[in-house]
């Protein structure tokens, strides 16, 4: 099921949720410029691309890999570079607890 935090607007701000191994979308918080997320038992999996779905199976290319125990920060970038407002998790097992943090400086 799809998770919207788009109207987070105070930062930095950490969600916590289950991701599957199907597909969570997640929609990003319009003012976000970083988001950092991982889980700390088991491997995360993040991809921007936009022809993945909700509750789908998990792709074979196009994301990228999170150990477990790591937290990986990406920059959502700002203005016209900001091509995306959605993120696309899942994880190599069902129910992982995964966290986020969104925050609206980068560095």
């Known amino acids: 099921m799809a998770i919207d935090y788009s109207t987070i607007n105070i930062f930095p701000e950490a969600k916590t949720f289950t991701a599957e191994a199907t597909i969570t979308q997640i929609i990003l918080p319009g003012n976000a410029k970083k988001m950092t997320i991982g889980a700390e038992v088991n491997k995360t999996y993040v991809s921007f691309t936009s022809s993945l779905v909700d509750g789908a199976a998990a792709p074979t290319v196009d994301y990228a890999f999170i150990p477990s125990g790591v937290i990986w920060e990406c920059n959502l970038g700002l203005g ?13 097992t069902a129910s992982n607890k995964t966290t986020v943090v969104f925050e609206n400086q980068i560095g």
């Open 80 to 92: 016209t570079t900001r091509k995306k407002t959605t993120a696309f998790v899942w994880s190599d």
